[in-house]
């Protein structure tokens, strides 16, 4: 638990360097998702390999093909 804090840090880090979309965890299945924008999956690999927790993890790096939702969309038209 030492660790989550230094690491909540670097996510904030890449976070506001838009290198991440966005970071979800589940602490029932203890699995963590990150969309992450790198041109290569050696390039993800490099950013996870600088987390503190990154000793403890096992994970895959998958290409995504489409993203979408909410955040993604215009806003909708509100009429006075």
């Known amino acids: 638990m030492t660790l989550v804090p230094p690491h909540r840090t670097y996510i904030n880090y890449l976070i506001n360097k838009n290198l991440v979309e966005s970071y979800a965890v589940s602490m029932e299945s203890q699995t ?25 993890w096992t994970y895959n790096i998958e290409e995504l093909f489409v993203l979408d939702g909410q955040q ?4 909708s038209v509100q009429l006075n």
């Open 32 to 56: 963590i998702w990150i969309i992450i924008n790198a041109e290569s999956k050696s390039e993800v690999d490099e950013f996870l390999t600088k987390s503190p927790l990154y000793k403890f």
């Open 72 to 75: 993604f969309r215009f806003p």
